[in-house]
């Protein structure tokens, strides 16, 4: 008899694993900032940049695609058909790659010069440009095995891939770079390009190892029309918004030189906010990433047997206890930016930036959860309509805005662009699930988190070493805003049985 385990179950194991690796990179993060600068930090960030939109266009929607095919197959009782979307979705992905690879390779010195201001940037690139079909491949793995709920295998090789790629690049900064920019910048991408080969290579054969049982000559299902009608809409997607995401990523530093600041500093404020904030900012956000990862194979399988009951109740779950995860995690980053901020970074500037942004955590984590809910309802359509508005916003109001408003203007675009995307997915979610929304629940979250947060600001001026606040006020919040859940009602009875019950895996007759 097997188990089964439920959606949070599967959620925790998964954002175990994430935040064990989003740690060990958040340190090794640290180690470079160190090692290289804010400066080569924020060179470093605008190659990722680069390097994600051609991973974009490389994939083109091919990991959802993998991902959601995989599962409607899944939930037909159809491993035949799991076998063909896999096959068609790797064929795909592997000659989209490959051009786009190509691309990449023969343009990083024009890019590199022209784009990036920074000819220093060029081998990185064409090292991103030759590995990019490995790891277009990998994101197909990666839908495969979440959509038939392999979570563990796939946590353990992403341990492997991590801990292969932060070997490679220490190897190559003490013995090659050697506080040379353009060689550091190269050895972290060649360090996690190396990691994400081996990685896939273990995947692929895990896969194949799946498979063989399944036989060789049996009929399959028509797949590439199926593939086309889920991968365009997404790629249409991606392309538009990692565009215009790439087209803002270059304006930050060159408009906030334009107010008045040099080049180099100017990347310097870029790489604390993207290469040091956001880092510590997003790290908790590995609980409602995998949990949007995990909503995408369940919606789908719910939408595939018309369970509409069951993609209620996920709605409710979901929106209830994303927004409890998000205010707390809100409340956290406000009272702990300035430790954080010391105790990574040494910076003041670093925690500044971080209590900033903390009060949009309850923006940016609630919207990759719809985000991932969207996707397995089949919202592709909306979603590109809506991240289409929202990122052209985003140019506009950087365009105009940073010269002359500098950081205060990044924050608003930043601000006013998000929640736009927010209040538009939310909508439409709410439209397809027939969910009706609640505001007695936030409203009490809120003010929950609101007034425990003025606590821990008010027991912080008697503390004045940061290791003891990063000791302290987590506890004396977690305790406060329970407490005062608690006092008023917000969380139900039957919300706390749930908890109890989904923590626990439960079998299953068959």
Not at 148 to 169: P, Y
Not at 229 to 252: K, M, V
Not at 291 to 298: A, I, M, R
Request: net charge positive.
């Amino acid at each position: 008899m097997k188990q089964r385990h439920s959606l949070l179950y599967s959620t925790l194991l998964l954002t175990l694993a994430s935040m064990a690796l989003r740690g060990v990179s958040i340190f090794f993060q640290v180690f470079l900032s160190g090692t290289i600068g804010a400066a080569g930090v924020g060179l470093l960030q605008l190659i990722s940049t680069v390097s994600f939109f051609a991973m974009t266009i490389g994939t083109s929607g091919i990991r959802v695609g993998a991902m959601y095919l995989s599962a409607e197959e899944y939930g037909m009782r159809r491993p035949v058909g799991i076998r063909k979307a896999v096959q068609c979705c790797m064929r795909y992905g592997f000659t989209l790659s490959l051009l786009a690879g190509g691309a990449l390779v023969f343009s990083a010195d024009y890019l590199a010069q022209t784009w990036l201001k920074d000819i220093q940037a060029a081998a990185s690139l064409r090292v991103v440009g030759v590995f990019l079909p490995v790891s277009c491949l990998w994101s197909v793995m990666d839908g495969y095995f979440t959509a038939c709920s392999k979570i563990k295998q796939l946590v353990i090789v992403e341990f492997v891939d991590r801990g292969i790629s932060i070997a490679c690049t220490l190897c190559l900064l003490l013995t090659w770079a050697q506080q040379d920019v353009s060689r550091s910048c190269t050895s972290v991408v060649l360090g996690n390009s190396i990691g994400t080969s081996v990685g896939l290579c273990i995947l692929f054969f895990l896969y194949r190892k799946d498979q063989r049982a399944l036989g060789k000559n049996l009929p399959s299902p028509p797949m590439w029309k199926r593939l086309f009608r889920l991968c365009i809409p997404l790629a249409l997607n991606d392309y538009l918004r990692s565009g215009l995401s790439t087209l803002e990523q270059f304006l930050i530093p060159r408009g906030l030189a334009k107010n008045g600041s040099s080049y180099e500093s100017s990347m310097a404020s870029y790489g604390t906010i993207h290469g040091m904030v956001f880092p510590i900012l997003m790290f908790p956000s590995v609980v409602l990433f995998s949990l949007s990862d995990l909503l995408v194979p369940e919606l789908a399988s719910c939408r595939a047997e018309n369970n509409s009951r069951r993609v209620y109740f996920l709605t409710d779950r979901c929106l209830k206890m994303g927004f409890l995860f998000a205010c707390t995690v809100a409340g956290l980053m406000f009272c702990l930016a300035s430790p954080l901020g010391q105790l990574f970074y040494h910076s003041e500037l670093a925690g500044f930036y971080l209590r900033i942004f903390s009060p949009l955590v309850l923006i940016l984590y609630m919207d990759a959860m719809v985000d991932g809910m969207h996707k397995g309802l089949g919202q592709q359509a909306y979603c590109v309509r809506y991240n289409t508005i929202t990122s052209f916003l985003d140019v506009v109001f950087l365009f105009l805005l940073l010269p002359k408003w500098g950081i205060a203007g990044y924050f608003f675009t930043f601000t006013v662009s998000h929640a736009i995307n927010f209040f538009l997915s939310m909508r439409r979610l709410l439209q397809v699930t027939k969910y009706s929304l609640s505001l007695a629940f936030p409203a009490k979250a809120s003010a929950c988190a609101l007034l425990s947060g003025f606590l821990c600001h008010w027991i912080q001026q008697y503390i004045l070493s940061a290791i003891s606040c990063l000791l302290w006020i987590p506890i004396v919040f977690l305790l406060s805003f329970f407490l005062l859940l608690q006092i008023c009602s917000a969380l139900e009875q039957e919300d706390i049985q749930w908890l109890r019950t989904s923590l626990r895996p439960q079998k299953a007759t068959r």
